[in-house]
């Protein structure tokens, strides 16, 4: 057992937070719902990782209507809804803001509560120079620890796109698919295995 506790101290693990914002997580928002994930997020997991001086970077989303999008209106920058969970203390300053499901759709203005957003466009580039600084180069990186709420609609895409633009590792990703149970899945290389139902 000391040995595994040794060998996870060896490995140098990077933590990302995907769209953990009121809309989502809190009482009011527009897509909130019961969620045992938000408890564990940031009762457990937080304080684990703030008290062992463990950052964590983070993916938040702008989805508002101006550029076209019909199916939502939600996390608008300067709204409540926008807000993140995450506290300062445990965060990298570094954000990035993604404006579709997947990681690399932006907009000009995105973020920017006093500014229209522009139509949004693929910069995977971007994307890719981000994640670099927010988690390190691939070849620096043993493992990357995704942290979110859905798995299909949010989470799914992440992983994917790790993958495919920088060619990180293993990915373990932490997130709620049904209502009541918390799911985790192990991703290696984007490709999704088993998943097993906790709590």
Known sequence: MQRGIDQAFIMNIKFISVDLQKDFSAKGGTHYRVRP?????KNVLLPYLE????KVSEIVSDYRREYGRKDNDACIPGTWGYASE?????KNSNVWIKCQNSPIWITKNIGDPMKRPGMPYQDPKAFSRWL????????????VVLVGLTLDSLLGFIPSQLAASSGHPG???SCE??????QY???????????????
């Open 51 to 54: 008290k062992r001086k463990i």
């Open 86 to 90: 995450m506290p300062v203390k445990n």
């Open 177 to 182: 698919k049904y209502p009541g149970s918390i």
């Open 37 to 41: 994930a938000v408890s564990f997020i």
């Open 185 to 199: 899945s192990h991703l290696d290389s984007g490709s999704r295995a088993g998943m097993t139902p906790l709590g």
């Open 171 to 173: 990915i373990f990703q």
């Open 132 to 143: 670099n600084d927010a988690v390190g180069k691939p070849e620096d990186v043993d493992l």
